[in-house]
């Protein structure tokens, strides 16, 4: 129940990796913010704010080595695939952006070449944020705010979307004193 949310995003990693990933640790499992997979180079995870890499057995390390399960390009077509459903076209204006959405809230940052015809090729990396809800994150802003706009902003992964949902989860339930129609532009 705890690792709900890494469980979430296995379905798009390759089949190979997958399993390794199973075996990590719970505590890990729980409390992992990010899978970078990158061409050539050791998996790693951001957990806790910290990059560790993954060994071939399932282990973590915070170092570099020789046993360290490492990403091919033809893994990174596989994720992608899977990502985008068999069908890139239909994720065409996320890639765009530069993302795909993903099932529960989660995205995949997907980096390539851009063809000439507006497809991403050559797959060289994807980062899965793995999306986490944190009741009562945004207690703050809801007992200080007025009304009018708002903005949240802050580095990567410091937890913006997760304040903004939490947020929205507070003001439609009538947090802030009246219940409130809302609509979010992420």
């Known amino acids: 129940e705890n690792t709900k949310c890494f469980d979430s ?20 499992k729980f409390n992992i913010s990010e899978i970078r997979l990158r061409a050539e180079l050791p998996l790693a995870l951001t957990v806790k704010g910290e990059t560790v890499f993954v060994r071939q057995n399932g282990q973590t390390q915070f170092f570099l080595s020789s046993d360290l399960l490492k990403i091919t390009k033809s893994d990174l077509e596989e994720c992608f695939k899977k990502l985008c459903n068999n069908s890139v076209y239909a994720h065409e204006k996320e ?16 980096c390539g070449n851009l063809s000439d015809e507006g497809f991403l090729t050559d797959i060289s990396s994807v980062n899965i944020r793995i999306a986490r809800e944190v009741i009562g994150c945004a207690n703050e802003i809801i007992k200080n705010y007025t009304r009018g706009g708002l903005l949240i902003a802050g580095p990567p992964c410091s937890g913006k979307t997760t304040v903004l949902r939490d947020l929205v989860r507070q003001l439609s339930l009538g947090n802030s004193g009246r219940i409130k129609k809302i609509a ?3």
């Open 9 to 28: 995003v296995l379905y798009a990693l390759p089949e190979r990796v997958i399993p390794i990933l199973q075996n990590l640790s719970e505590c890990v």
């Open 95 to 110: 890639l765009k952006n530069g993302y795909i959405a993903m099932k529960n809230g989660c995205r995949a940052g997907v």
């Open 184 to 186: 979010v532009i992420d």
